[in-house]
């Protein structure tokens, strides 16, 4: 299974574009930060990820807030056939809840 949930700030956005099929998309960089448990030891995460958002889901992402903060559900790919880097492509996103999974910021 390829599916990543993190709760991230919108630290950088493209405008909306059209890729050569018609279908937009909107390229953004995700900024994470919390605290895991690893080993039973408190440990600082913090990290930037691509991310993009295709289609319908395109539009209401170029609308979210820059500098917002949101639940982001999706799957790592590469960001190219050749390439070694990963994108976040974003299926959905919302509102963070109060419940473990925003504390924790990643699942």
Same mark, same amino acid.
């Given at each position: 299974?390829?599916?990543? @949930?993190?709760?991230?700030?919108?630290?950088? /956005?493209?405008?909306? *574009?059209?890729?050569?099929? =018609?279908?937009?998309?909107?390229?953004?960089? %995700?900024?994470?930060?919390? @605290?895991?448990?690893?080993?039973?030891?408190? *440990?600082?995460?913090?990290?930037?990820?691509?991310?993009?958002?295709?289609?319908?889901?395109? =539009?209401?992402? &170029? /609308?979210?807030? %820059? #500098?917002?903060?949101? /639940?982001? !559900?999706?799957?790592?790919?590469?960001?190219?056939?050749?390439?070694?880097? %990963?994108?976040?492509? %974003? !299926? &959905?996103?919302?509102?963070?809840?109060? &419940? !473990?999974?925003?504390?924790? #910021?990643? /699942?």
């Amino acid at each position: 299974m390829n599916q990543l @949930q993190i709760v991230a700030t919108i630290a950088e /956005r493209e405008i909306l *574009r059209y890729s050569p099929a =018609g279908i937009p998309i909107v390229s953004a960089v %995700l900024v994470h930060s919390s @605290q895991q448990m690893e080993a039973g030891v408190a *440990r600082l995460t913090e990290f930037e990820i691509a991310a993009m958002a295709a289609g319908e889901i395109s =539009g209401r992402f &170029d /609308r979210a807030e %820059l #500098g917002g903060t949101y /639940r982001f !559900t999706g799957f790592l790919a590469r960001k190219s056939r050749n390439s070694k880097s %990963l994108v976040f492509h %974003l !299926t &959905d996103f919302e509102e963070p809840h109060s &419940d !473990t999974g925003a504390k924790n #910021g990643i /699942r």
